[in-house]
């Protein structure tokens, strides 16, 4: 990432380090109003330290600098001004407690620029509907092989979703044994230049972070 003095505005993710910026770290500030008689805050500058320690502290202005404090929040770069020893920007919205499990995984996806959005409709429609079964056509297929007659297992765990890995044993007649591994074939329903297709090649990505579990396409 690159900054100059008038680029755009990018965001960047971790939490707010509360510390009052130096006046030799920053061209000279107005002088702040008066405040108002209701008590009304007009805040204070505060660096934002990223979780990505290539990126500098940046200089943000807020004034709910103690709410923060224990914060994972997004931040977006506005500009890095001449004379000044860091970039400023604004904050952009909190996105949990640091050290929770579900901020912490929420993080690392923004980080690495993962797309854990839910899928459109129209990547939806690219699936038949629930129930479907094998058909003959499907067995039929070039390059295909009906092993229905094995007894086969799956190791997905009671109560997954996806079932689809899955395994099978059986003796042959040398007296040795025979292990197969079965993994779904997902790309059958994956055709070209469809919604799924383009939604899939964007992604390129399957994250499992514990409770959280970001697919490449869709599947049942």
């Known amino acids: 990432m690159h900054y100059s003095p008038f680029h755009h505005t990018h965001p960047i993710h971790s939490h707010c380090t509360l510390h009052t910026l130096p006046p030799h770290h920053a061209p000279p500030l107005p002088p702040p109003p008066q405040p108002p008689k209701d008590g009304t805050s007009y805040g204070i500058h505060v660096l934002f330290c990223p979780v990505e320690k290539r990126y500098p502290f940046i200089r943000i202005h807020t004034n709910q600098a103690t709410t923060l404090a224990d914060k994972r929040i997004v931040v977006a770069i506005d500009g890095w001004d001449i004379g000044s020893a860091y970039p400023h920007g604004h904050y952009v919205r ?102 799924m297709d383009l939604e899939a090649s964007q992604r390129c990505v399957f994250f499992w972070g514990g409770s959280v579990l970001v697919k490449v396409c869709v599947c049942y």
């Not at 995984?105 to 959005?117: G, K, R």
């Not at 039929?140 to 979703?161: A, I, N, T």
């Not at 007649?173 to 790309?187: C, K, M, P, Q, S």
């Open 94 to 195: 909190t996105l949990g407690t640091i050290g929770d499990r579900t901020t912490e995984t929420e993080v690392v996806l923004l980080e690495h620029d993962v797309n854990s959005a839910p899928f459109s409709a129209a990547v939806h429609a690219c699936v038949p509907p629930l129930p479907w079964s094998v058909t003959d056509m499907d067995v039929r297929e070039k390059g295909r092989e009906d092993l229905r007659d094995r007894v086969v297992c799956s190791v997905d765990p009671p109560g997954c979703r996806d079932i689809d890995d899955a395994l099978h044993v059986r003796r042959l007649e040398n007296g040795r044994y025979e292990l197969g591994v079965h993994i779904a074939d997902v790309t059958h329903f994956l055709l070209p230049d469809t919604a």
